[in-house]
């Protein structure tokens, strides 16, 4: 269900967007990956980060403040109306973003590095290669390790992230040990799937 419509300056080039925030909603898909995916959250104020459609700049649009906005449904003013939207953050963007001043605190880094891990699977999950060279497969590596280190080793969903990370590097034994250790029950059947594929050694991202 849509909410507002916000209106924004970009920070680089001042053109206008708009952008619709939704209310929590129903509109991720029902299918659960191993990587337990969701998608970008675009309610008004959640960390997110985006790249301007005409200057390819990326912002996170909850730190920008908009110029304006307008209730759902409300007829927006002709000036407004055929502004475009920003899209949401690619491989690149997310690391030219991790490298740069505008990853400023944990919260940012893990933001960045989980959507650099869906990113990669999102290849897979549109049947295409996942890597597009070795360099390119050597910053994934240096992601996941990185990622895996900002996992709390406490917290049962990062326990399982933390199992799919190892899995994901071949360490099936690692993985096999994380996920022993789970025993909330919503991950059951997600759990026995992983724990198949890891005595299967497959350490590819697989859909339940
Ligand atoms: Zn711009």
């Not at 080793?153 to 994901?168: I, Y």
């Not at 909330?184 to 026995?192: A, F, I, N, R, T």
Request: hydrophobic letters at 40%; a positive charge.
């Amino acid at each position: 269900m849509p909410d507002k419509t916000y209106i924004y300056k970009c920070p680089s080039c001042n053109r206008l967007f708009k952008e619709i925030s939704l209310i929590s909603g129903n509109f991720s898909n029902n299918k659960t990956y191993s990587d337990l995916k969701k998608l970008p959250s675009m309610r008004f104020g959640a960390i997110c980060l985006m790249s301007c459609f005409h200057c390819n700049h990326s912002f996170w649009l909850n730190k920008l403040k908009p110029i304006n906005a307008f209730e759902p449904f409300d007829e927006l003013p002709l000036k407004y109306a055929n502004l475009a939207h920003p899209f949401f953050a690619d491989i690149d963007a997310y690391f030219n973003a991790l490298y740069s001043d505008l990853c400023e605190n944990l919260n940012e880094e893990f933001f960045i590095r989980i959507n650099i891990w869906w990113s990669y699977n999102d290849r897979l999950r549109a049947n295409r290669n996942m890597f597009i060279d070795d360099n390119d497969k050597l910053d994934w590596l240096n992601n996941t390790k990185k990622f895996i280190d900002l996992l709390n080793p406490n917290n049962s969903s990062h326990k399982m992230m933390r199992a799919e990370l190892h899995r994901n590097l071949g360490n099936f034994d690692k993985s096999l040990e994380i996920l022993n250790t789970i025993h909330l029950k919503k991950y059951d059947k997600l759990k026995k799937a992983m724990i198949n594929e890891c005595y299967n050694k497959n350490n590819l991202l697989f859909k339940l």
